[in-house]
């Protein structure tokens, strides 16, 4: 059995893994285990606004809340934006989640084929962990989500988080994820230091999100498993 990591979405190859885990820490991934937790019936990612909003108009009125970010800024116009604190179960508990990121949702589409695709984030590092190995799928690709096609230091410590408890049954099957064990490892005692460093971090803290960093930077917080039961469509397991 063996586990690679791929930084971005556009460094992954042909092919298709037996489980795809995709990570966007700041903050996709984070607001997906979040907002699950808090109860909302399921997430489903879009590329584009455009799309978001047909089908969010295929819904009854009230049933979705229409999130979407561009440049760590909610857009105008919308209920929500990128933020894993505004998802509390008072505002998304029994809602359908319409959500558009930079980053997350083209990750998450660049691996939908497999045939299982989860979200990862420190939050519910520990249950995914778990699960992978309860199931010990042959092959698992994890997917950092980056930032506009680039290498993101927080996305590729998370996935040297997961093969740092994954290691122990997995064979590493690229430089890339002993790269980010060794990441991971360097940092895992201060999390949130690293996020504060990290070029999207500071982005973030431009836009007033230090608070979003402290939590993005919790590990085992949450028992949350997000999973793709339809294509973009991704529910608690």
């Known amino acids: 059995m063996k586990l690679?990591?791929?930084h971005t979405p556009e460094a992954v190859p042909p092919?298709?893994?037996?489980?795809?885990?995709?990570?966007?820490?700041?903050?996709?991934?984070?607001?997906?285990?979040?907002?699950?937790?808090?109860?909302?019936?399921f997430v489903q990612?879009?590329?584009?606004?455009?799309?978001?909003?047909?089908?969010?108009?295929?819904?009854?009125?009230?049933?979705?809340?229409?999130?979407?970010?561009?440049?760590g800024k909610r857009v105008e116009g919308y209920d929500l934006g990128n933020s894993p604190l505004d998802y509390t179960p008072d505002r998304v508990k029994g809602k359908a989640i319409l959500l558009s990121t930079t980053n997350g949702t083209r990750a998450l589409q660049r691996v939908s084929h497999a045939p299982q695709v989860l979200t990862a984030a420190f939050v519910n590092l520990a249950v995914?962990?778990?699960?992978?190995?309860?199931?010990?799928?042959?092959t698992v690709w994890i997917v950092g989500s980056g930032w506009e096609g680039n290498f993101s230091l927080e996305d590729t410590a998370c996935a040297g988080a997961v093969v740092d408890r994954l290691s122990d049954r997995?064979?590493?099957?690229?430089?890339?994820?002993?790269?980010?064990?060794a990441l991971y490892s360097q940092w895992r005692h201060d999390l949130e230091k690293m996020f504060q460093r990290a070029s999207h971090g500071q982005r973030l803290l431009r836009l007033n999100?230090?608070?979003?960093?402290?939590?993005?930077?919790?590990?085992?917080?949450?028992?949350?498993?997000?999973?793709?039961?339809?294509?973009?469509?991704?529910?608690?397991?």
């Open 4 to 6: 690679f990591v791929y």
């Open 15 to 41: 092919g298709t893994p037996d489980c795809a885990i995709v990570v966007d820490i700041l903050r996709a991934t984070t607001t997906i285990a979040t907002a699950l937790a808090a109860g909302a019936e």
């Open 45 to 71: 990612v879009f590329a584009s606004l455009h799309d978001l909003d047909q089908v969010g108009n295929s819904y009854p009125p009230g049933y979705c809340l229409r999130a979407a970010e561009r440049g």
């Open 128 to 138: 995914i962990t778990e699960l992978v190995q309860q199931q010990q799928p042959e």
């Open 170 to 181: 997995y064979e590493l099957g690229n430089d890339e994820a002993v790269a980010a064990h």
């Open 209 to 237: 999100g230090a608070a979003d960093l402290a939590y993005c930077a919790k590990c085992d917080l949450l028992r949350v498993v997000p999973c793709q039961k339809e294509m973009g469509v991704l529910r608690a397991l």
